[in-house]
């Protein structure tokens, strides 16, 4: 079958981290740049983050530049986000995408709440 399933989520105090992991199956995951898009309550979808297919290349959306690290392990089929730092405006569901592809792919999410 072929998805994505985040998990890592959970409830956590500013200045925390979390460690977020997205199994993918059902599709050779080594051949696709995978992504991590999240949404914030009552907002739309915001790009977080980007990595190449072998890893050597990662982007960041400027807000969480130097606090977030993402990586992949090709012979695990997982997408890892490293979330460190946490403030409170990270704070919504992470969803793990396939998305340079003519048909994209996304995960059911996982919620991260920042907050004291």
């Known amino acids: 079958q072929v998805q994505l399933v985040e998990s890592g989520g959970g409830l956590v105090q500013p200045g925390e981290s979390l460690r977020l992991s997205c199994a993918a199956s059902?599709?050779?995951?080594?051949?696709?740049?995978m992504s991590w898009v999240r949404q914030a309550p009552g907002q739309g979808l915001e790009w977080v983050s980007e990595i190449n297919t072998g890893g050597e290349n990662t982007y960041y959306e400027d807000s969480v530049k130097g606090r977030f690290t993402i990586s992949r392990d090709n012979a695990k089929n997982t997408l890892y986000l490293q979330m460190n730092s946490l403030k409170p405006e990270d704070t919504g569901v992470y969803y793990c995408?396939?998305?340079?592809?003519?048909?994209?792919?996304w995960g059911k999410g996982t919620l991260v709440t920042v907050s004291s």
């Open positions: 059902g599709f050779t995951f080594s051949t696709y740049s």
């Open positions: 995408a396939k998305l340079r592809t003519i048909t994209a792919l």
